[in-house]
């Protein structure tokens, strides 16, 4: 196994958020895009010098009187010579709700050993038909794919895809997913408020 390791950094990190939605709880039309930046230096308590970016889309397009398709994309790259020194919050790893479903939460990531650590790239897209059946209730269809490496020649996406049952609550829609992740072939259940982030 490998042995355990600490790794220190003092990170300023900033995030500029926009949204053009028709509705912030339950959006049909519209988009929100969200930046983050952050980083590390050597020379103020950090073990590495290190840049973190990370970016999220997701794009609402409503079908006909009821249905949405909701596409989302997630990338991100941590600018460093090795990931080595990195604490594992500032590079990537995926998997479970919001990002990769049909799989643990963050179990998709470079093996070492027997663990699973972060990459210093990362990158999701999903794609999901929500029908609903009448004013509260929904059914929704997906495919989500993603992973993260630390280095691009070792891309290799990991699918899931399922089905889930939408209830639109006063919080906002809560989702309850079931998914298929090709990968592992399990199936995992997946909970969340389905609000853009």
Do not use: C
Request: proline residues 5%.
């Amino acid at each position: 196994s490998t042995p355990p390791t600490s790794s220190r950094a003092l990170v300023p990190n900033g995030v500029w958020t926009w949204r053009r939605v028709d509705n912030l709880l339950d959006p049909r039309d519209g988009s929100v895009v969200q930046v983050q930046i952050g980083g590390g230096t050597k020379a103020v308590l950090s073990d590495q010098n290190f840049v973190r970016l990370h970016t999220r889309l997701q794009h609402f397009i409503p079908l006909g009187r009821v249905d949405t398709l909701s596409l989302r994309g997630e990338v991100g790259y941590t600018l460093a010579d090795t990931r080595e020194g990195i604490p594992q919050d500032y590079v990537f790893r995926t998997g479970g709700t919001g990002s990769v479903r049909g799989y643990a939460y963050q179990s998709l990531g470079v093996s070492e050993g027997s663990a699973v650590v972060g990459g210093r790239y990362m990158a999701t897209a999903s794609a999901e038909l929500t029908h609903w059946l009448d004013a509260q209730w929904g059914i929704a269809g997906f495919v989500d794919a993603g992973n993260a490496v630390d280095s691009l020649s070792d891309i290799e996406l990991a699918v899931g895809y399922g089905l889930g049952a939408r209830w639109r609550s006063p919080a906002g829609p809560l989702a309850v997913d079931l998914a298929y992740g090709e990968r592992t072939h399990e199936v995992h259940v997946h909970f969340s408020l389905a609000i853009p982030f």
